[in-house]
């Protein structure tokens, strides 16, 4: 019996069928989408200078 070489990440995802790759592309563009939605929206909540200030050590 002859060992098999372990499958690339992309030879897995290509064996895939395409109603699930696409499902799964389409997922993962989404749950980028919706993090960039979110920063954003934190961003003008907590403005960057804001959250320095509030990071520093407190001086003695």
């Not at 389409?26 to 749950?31: D, I, N, Q, R």
Request: hydrophobic share 40%.
């Amino acid at each position: 019996m002859a060992e098999q070489k372990p499958k690339t990440l992309l030879q897995s995802y290509q064996a895939l069928p395409p109603k699930t790759r696409l499902l799964f592309s389409v997922s993962v563009l989404a749950f980028a989408g919706l993090g960039m939605l979110v920063s954003d929206q934190l961003e003008q909540r907590i403005p960057a200078n804001v959250r320095q200030e509030q990071t520093k050590p407190p001086s003695s």
